[in-house]
Nanobody, 124 residues
Framework: QVQLAESGGGSVQSGGSLTLSCAVS????????LAWFRHAPGKEREGVAS???????PYADSVKGRFTISQDSAKRTLYLQMNNLTPNDTALYYC??????????????????WGQGTQVTVSS
């Protein structure tokens, strides 16, 4: 069973940056996918970015060019570098892990293991 723990959330002004981290523990198969999702009040949970063991990393259109997902396999840590943040990025951010998805790698239904989330608030 994989355990995931996010950190690094906080409050920033529009245009600012934050880096989220997700510590991964427990058994995780080599071919697994890791991903970041976010959930804003009144909206559906949204896939932000995913990364596989080959570092292939698709992004949601809303964050392309601003966010970067990366991983340090030795430290078993997933990161999300977020630049040029806007109030629309305000949400609870989660990391998640899955066996290779059958469908959309940014579909939350493909992911079985989730962290507790870390809040990101961007003020204008």
């Amino acid at each position: 069973q994989v355990q995931l723990a996010e950190s690094g959330g906080g409050s920033v002004q529009s245009g600012g940056s934050l880096t989220l981290s997700c510590a991964v523990s427990g058994y995780m198969q080599t071919s697994r996918f890791l991903a970041w999702f976010r959930h804003a009040p009144g909206k559906e949970r949204e896939g932000v970015a995913s990364i596989d063991s080959d570092d292939t990393a698709p992004y949601a259109d809303s964050v392309k060019g601003r966010f970067t997902i990366s991983q340090d396999s030795a430290k078993r840590t997933l990161y999300l570098q977020m630049n040029n943040l806007t109030p629309n990025d305000t949400a609870l951010y989660y990391c998640a892990a899955a066996a290779p998805p059958y469908g959309d790698v940014l579909d939350p239904l493909e992911y079985a293991n989730w962290g507790q989330g870390t809040q990101v608030t961007v003020s204008s």
